[in-house]
Structures are given as C-alpha cells and as structure tokens.
C-alpha cells in the first residue's frame, strides 16, 4: 500500500520516527541503525511495510531498501514477528545479518533482545533453505566456484555474497547486476556485500 514515505523528521523516539508528508504525521516503528540518521526537522525518506494483523495496523519504516528487505525475510520466518525483526534490525545491519545466515553464525543473531537460540536456528535454516530453493529454481546462484551468473563469474567470495543478497530477497538478475564491476577478488566479503547493496540502492 504505501512503498516509502518522504517528508520532514517531526519526533524521533525510541524504535519510532514521525515523518510529516503534507501535514499529515506517518508513525514509522523503525530500527536503531534508521533512527540514527534521522535528525528531528530535517527531510528523511522512509521505506516502509504496512502490517495488517487481526487487530492492528502497524506501518514499519527503514532507512535502505537492503534494511526493509530483510524485515520482510525476517518476519517470513515462522515464529518472528515484526518487534523481533526490529529488534535483530538494531543490532545487525544487512550485511552482518546476511553473512550471519550464510555462515550460520548464530551468535550474531542472539545478541538481539528476546532472540533466543532456537529462534536464531531457525531463522538461519529457514532463510538458507529459502534462498537454496529460489536459487535452484532460477538456474542461478548454486554455492561452488567458478560459475557464471550474468557475466559474473562466481569466486567463492562472490558466490558467498550473491547467496547473501539472495538471503536478503533479490532476485538472480539483481544480484548479478549489483556484483559487476565490484573488486571481489581482492574486498572483504562484508564490503562486497555493502557495495552491492549500495549499487542496488541507487
């Protein structure tokens, strides 16, 4: 219903910011990496996911398209709702939580609040097996070396962090498009990844 909201910064509270669009205030429950840098007064443009539960609305803000993508992978996850997926979104930018699936790194996950050991097992065999599944069906990104996607030929650091940007929800054509052109031979994979995501971004 509503892919971004643009306006001036009118309160920013804890895990909240209130964007003014023409006089009309947007409440945006958001993370602590957004909230950063947002300043109250000043123009901001927010991505956003409308949730509709049972009895609730609630319109959730992020500050980059990698964030409000991994929102939406994380709330796909059977058991996570949208104040968990917040919670994990402040302690872990995109990046680290895309290299933390991957890796399996459970640890990184269970520094958030209330995410406890099994939830972070979870999220991690939910979303490798996710983006396993849409890998397979798209021909594209299997994990091994030396493969081609796009023009992209797959070094174990590349294929590392296109399977990360899959984890994070895009497409096959989308994460060969943003690895063109990146030093993946000689980046570490945190940067490749944040480079690619910037690329996407633009």
Same mark, same amino acid.
């Given at each position: 219903? %509503? ?8 309160? $920013? ?27 109250? #007064? +000043? ?6 996911? /409308?949730? $509709? ?8 803000? %992020?500050? @980059? ?5 991994? %929102?939406?992978? *994380?709330?796909?996850? @059977? ?9 994990? *979104? @402040? $302690?872990?930018?995109?990046?680290? /939580?895309?290299? @933390? ?18 939830i972070a ?5 939910? /979303? ?12 594209? /990104?299997?994990?091994?070396t030396g ?21 994070? #929800? ?13 030093? $993946? +031979?000689?980046?570490?994979? +945190? +940067? ?11």
């Amino acid at each position: 219903m %509503f892919y971004y909201v643009n306006g001036t910064v009118a309160e $920013v509270q804890p895990n909240l910011a209130v964007i003014d669009c023409g006089g009309v205030g947007y409440a945006c429950a958001t993370t602590s990496n957004t909230l950063s840098g947002l300043k109250k #007064g +000043e123009r901001a443009k927010l991505y956003t996911y /409308l949730h $509709v539960a049972e009895n609730a609305f609630g319109l959730y803000g %992020f500050g @980059s398209v990698g964030e409000l993508n991994s %929102f939406k992978m *994380l709330i796909g996850v @059977s058991g996570v709702g949208p104040k968990a997926a917040l919670a994990i *979104l @402040s $302690v872990s930018t995109p990046e680290t /939580l895309a290299m @933390s699936i991957i890796t399996g790194d459970e640890k990184t996950l269970t520094v958030a609040p209330g995410i406890g050991k099994k939830i972070a097992q979870r999220i991690i065999l939910e /979303l490798k097996d996710k983006m396993t599944r849409e890998s397979a069906a798209s021909g594209g /990104l299997a994990l091994g070396t030396g493969r081609a996607c796009g023009g992209v030929v797959l070094t174990n650091k590349a294929t590392e962090a296109a399977a990360a940007l899959g984890v994070l #929800g895009y497409s096959t054509a989308e994460t060969a498009a943003a690895l063109k052109g990146v030093d $993946v +031979e000689n980046l570490p994979l +945190e +940067e490749i990844i944040r480079a690619g995501l910037k690329k996407m971004a633009r």
